[in-house]
């Protein structure tokens, strides 16, 4: 799910620059990170976006501009990461360990706008005590337009906290005990991802979005009983959206 949220974030730029207000529907496909007995899921895509001078709102993230220009932009950020892991969909001993729930991460982005692309960084802390794991991103997009189409390319670096890959990845001690699942005490994780998207502009309203990206599964997350073991975790899809 985390990769979605990238592709529908990168896909907002897209619509922001011609209309505030875009919603939209679309599908997504994407192999799990876990050792769920379906390897790949099938996700509907609702998209809502708005961006006005002082807010924007992209899906499951909310912005509060404190500082925007043409050449910079600093905010405040809330956003709901919704990467979890539920054992009911889980092979073998994995179904007897605990679940893992989203959460709200907030903190604060900045994006610097030069003529060879898009440089953002962005902190972020968990809220709502789930994991109390922090999340760093650096990301550098680009974007260019052929008449009716527009190509969008992204790659970065996410840096996860101790705190939040053991609460997605790791294994204590009691779940240990109950499931008969080794121990597992990963370490802070580097994650570096990339994607495109294709959009076309049938008019001023109406785009139809391809997307497709990949997440390069550090070792600490791959090594996990609860990873899939995956060097590469994919997401596609294709969505249409109207923009007033």
């Known amino acids: 799910m985390k990769n979605i949220i990238l592709c529908l974030i ?6 922001s620059i011609a209309a505030p ?23 509907p895509l609702p998209l809502l976006s708005y961006y006005g001078d002082d807010f ?3 899906g499951p993230e909310f912005g509060l501009n404190l500082f925007k220009n043409e050449q910079q932009q600093l905010t405040l950020i809330a956003s709901y990461d919704l990467h979890h892991f539920d054992p009911k969909y889980a092979i073998d001993s994995l179904k007897k360990v605990s679940k893992r729930n989203a959460t709200l991460f907030s903190g604060v982005g900045y994006t610097l706008y030069t003529s060879v692309g898009d440089f953002t960084t962005t902190v972020l802390q968990d809220t709502l005590g789930k994991s109390k794991g ?4 650096a990301e550098w997009s680009t974007m260019t337009d052929f008449n009716q189409w527009s190509l969008g390319y992204v790659a970065g670096v996410e840096w996860n906290s101790k705190k939040q890959n053991r609460y997605y990845y790791g294994i ?10 080794v121990m597992y005490e990963p370490k802070s994780s580097l994650t ?7 959009a076309y502009a049938f008019n001023p309203e109406w785009v139809a979005i391809l997307f497709a990206n990949a997440y390069f599964t550090p070792e600490e997350q791959k090594k996990s009983p609860l990873s899939s073991g995956k060097s590469v975790a994919y997401t596609s899809g294709i969505a249409v959206s109207y923009s007033f």
């Open 10 to 15: 990168f896909f907002a730029a897209f619509n």
């Open 21 to 43: 207000l875009t919603v939209g529907a679309g599908v997504a496909v994407s192999s799990s990170p876990y050792k769920y007995k379906d390897k790949t899921t099938y996700d």
């Open 56 to 58: 924007y709102i992209d």
């Open 134 to 137: 922090m999340k760093i991103n």
């Open 172 to 181: 204590d001690k009691n779940e240990s005990l109950k499931s008969g699942v």
């Open 192 to 198: 570096p991802y990339t994607g495109f998207t294709v």
